[in-house]
Each structure stands twice: as C-alpha cells, then as structure tokens.
C-alpha cells in the first residue's frame, strides 16, 4: 500500500499509488487494486468482474522461489564466472536456439549466479514505446539512485530483432 503499480491498457500507460477501497479509472475501466497489495514486483494482473485484481495464471508459476544467495559483498565480477564464450553463444544463436533458452544456458554455465541475490539475478529494463523512455513512471517507485545503476533502457520496437538476433 502506497507504492505505485503501472496500468498498461494496449499502448497507454500510467502510474497510480495503490490505496486500498479507492476505485481507479482507467481507459474507461474501473477497478481496485486491493489484490496488488503483498504481491512481489513484477506480478501481472487481470481486472475481473467487479473490478477486482486476479493474478494472471502464467504469473503464478513464474512467482516461484528461485535460488539466491543473502549477500552479494563477496562476488568479484573478473569476467571468469561465466563458462560460455561469446563464441558459444553465437554458435547457439546459429542452431536456432531462442532468447529464453540462451538466457537459461547462460546462467547453469555461470559460476556466480547462484550466490547473487534475487535482484541482483536479471538486472532492471524498463521498456518503453515511442522515442525515449518515461522517467516520470519509472521515478514514482522511489528507487535509490543506486538502482538506476543496473537500469537498462530499451525500446519496445527493438525486441523482436533482439529476439531473432539481429539487433546491432
């Protein structure tokens, strides 16, 4: 309660403080968000009938415990953690192997992952559409200046050539 959450309805966006009982409308949608409130950051959700909040089923099994170390003080980034070279990536890159995939190779091949915590583990992106990214969103959460450390920006429109592997 009192964090913001992000409404996203096909290209609109907006950041709005979660207080509980307070109706919220939306592109013509009214809803509560109530159902946010204890959730963990990056938990998607539905509005249902009534205007209430349900988590998105593909959410539920993504919200599991992953493995994560407490403390990242003793992890040196000497560029030794990870086992595959650029050379294997490309090679898997070639044998039509996928983001997704890639990514999970990445991490059973790292020698540190495991230790980090869970925020350390994926880093921040904040997506965005259009020709920049909306600061104004992204500074409504009260994120340390720290945290704008480990945020990448990316556009919306460059996904799916990062995808197939031809974004330069």
Do not use: C
Request: aromatic fraction near 10%; avoid cysteine; charged fraction near 30%.
């Amino acid at each position: 309660e009192g964090e913001f959450v992000v409404l996203k309805r096909e290209d609109v966006f907006k950041a709005v403080q979660v207080q509980r009982r307070r109706k919220v409308i939306f592109e013509k949608q009214w809803m509560y968000l109530d159902n946010t409130i204890g959730k963990q950051y990056g938990t998607t959700f539905e509005v249902s009938s009534g205007g209430n909040l349900q988590t998105k089923k593909a959410e539920i099994a993504a919200a599991e415990p992953k493995e994560a170390g407490s403390d990242n003080r003793n992890i040196v980034d000497d560029g030794r953690s990870q086992k595959l070279t650029r050379e294997d990536i490309e090679a898997l890159k070639e044998k039509g192997i996928k983001g997704d995939e890639i990514v999970q190779q990445l991490i059973e091949n790292s020698t540190t992952f495991r230790d980090k915590t869970e925020f350390a583990q994926g880093s921040v992106i904040q997506m965005y559409p259009g020709g920049g990214p909306v600061r104004a969103a992204t500074d409504s959460f009260g994120f340390t200046k720290s945290f704008y450390k480990i945020l990448t920006e990316f556009p919306l429109n460059k996904v799916e050539s990062l995808h197939s592997g031809t974004y330069s």
